[in-house]
């Protein structure tokens, strides 16, 4: 009988997975950790391990170079569970010597025993249903061993966001405090995993771009800036509306999303572009807003980014020709501009906008915000006027100092 160990940190997580390799034959061992996951390593001598990177005390890149450097280890199988936006992350898992990534929250347990199955060359009992057939999203969540698998995710969910507001309240107070923003990090991290497994995927897409611009952030304090804070506090927002609800939130599903991108400068076209490819959402980019239009008119859009300063008819133009089409007034609409003051950012709200970022900006912070209005859909009123309240607090310097990413 194989041995497999598990170097997970997430408790639900580990155990489905411990469930499921179970019911399929494998003797099981799990670690919260990477220093506790070494000692089980040497102990049981596993035939493969399951390494998730983002890991307490030692992470999975360091965990997976001292497993190959034991003695007899060079073709242990090591399959590593890593973000899919953490793609330095992940070069260095490969060199370190992994067998395989895995990206956490599009992994389904099927699809991973599937992937241990192939590693240790064993032949599976049955063949995978195919794709799309009816009902194998049910089987590939886990549900068969794992009742009601979404249901309890949504009951640790008030518990997940409760640990959010403790680090979100030291940053209101203290924005470059390394230490909140690796507890943000953490539980974004586990949030996004959850969300995965129980099928989730708009959620576990936003909480994985999330993790991603909180590990930047937490590895680089300089660049927390008022404005990445925000978008943090967007996303998390929308965390607590679905979970608040979780039955009246129908989330968009980003792969089926088109963004409209509004600028007479291509470099910044090329900027937003690239942003949201890191997202995979479908860009269409225009240079004025007479061709916006055209756009609008030929098919529909979830979101729009428009440049303010622009020749002929601005961004603020455009949005208020919007704003008085029935069809079109409901579109979020984020403003990009060279400025940074509160002035500009409040004469964004007034004008119709619901959101506004400062060239240059970081990718990532864009993708977030960007996914965020998307999974929601059309913002409310009430959330467009808190942000507007939220622009009359003295602007900050170091607001000005990111950089595109």
């Known amino acids: 009988m194989k ?12 155990d489905v997975y411990q469930a499921k390799l179970h019911a399929e034959g494998f003797l099981v061992d799990t670690a919260s950790n990477g220093r506790s996951g070494l000692k089980q390593f040497d102990l049981n001598q596993p035939d493969l391990a399951l390494v998730d990177l983002m890991l307490p005390e030692i992470n999975g890149v360091e965990v997976i170079r001292s497993m ?34 895995l990206t956490k929250a599009d992994s389904r347990p ?13 032949s599976s009992s049955a063949p995978p249903p195919p794709v799309g057939a009816a009902g194998d999203r049910q089987t590939e969540s886990g549900a068969e061993f794992l009742p009601e698998i979404s249901g309890v995710f949504f009951r640790n969910f008030p518990q997940m966001l409760d640990t959010l507001r403790q680090p979100m ?3 209101g107070k203290k924005p470059h405090d390394a230490s909140a923003l690796q507890m943000l990090c953490r539980t974004v991290h586990s949030i996004a995993a959850n969300a995965g497994l129980a099928g989730i995927d708009p959620l576990a897409q936003l909480a994985t771009a999330l993790e991603s611009l909180l590990k930047l ?32 939130h129908a989330l968009k599903d980003p792969s089926t999303a088109r963004v409209l991108v509004v600028d007479d400068n291509e470099y910044a076209q090329q900027a937003v572009c690239s942003a949201l490819a890191i997202v995979n959402l479908t860009v269409i980019c225009v240079d004025n807003s007479a061709r916006a239009l055209e756009e609008l008119e030929q098919g529909h859009f979830d979101l729009i980014i428009s440049d303010i300063e622009m020749p002929t008819a601005d961004g603020y133009a455009l949005c208020t020709i919007l704003r008085g089409v029935p069809t079109y007034e409901q579109i979020p609409i984020i403003f990009l501009s060279q400025y940074a003051d509160p002035e500009h950012r409040r004469e964004s709200f007034v004008r119709g906008g619901n959101d506004f970022i400062s060239k240059p900006f970081l990718y990532m912070e864009l993708a977030v915000k960007a996914l965020s209005f998307v999974i929601r859909g059309a913002w409310d009123e009430s959330e467009q006027m808190a942000s507007l309240a939220s622009q009359s607090r003295p602007r900050q310097p170091a607001e000005t100092d990111c950089q595109i990413a």
Do not use: C
């Open 3 to 14: 041995r497999i160990l598990i170097i997970e940190d997430d408790r639900f997580i580990a």
């Open 68 to 101: 190959r450097a034991r003695a007899g280890n060079r073709e242990l199988p090591v399959l590593v569970f890593s973000n899919a936006y953490l793609g330095g992350m992940v070069q260095e898992a490969w060199e370190a010597g992994a067998s395989q990534v």
């Open 110 to 122: 099927g699809q991973v025993v599937q992937a241990i199955n192939d590693a240790l060359h064993i």
């Open 169 to 171: 309240s030291v940053l």
């Open 217 to 248: 952030l937490w590895e680089k304090p300089e660049r927390v800036t008022p404005s990445t804070l925000r978008s943090v506090g967007q996303a998390i927002k929308l965390f607590e509306d679905i979970g608040a609800a979780p039955h009246d």
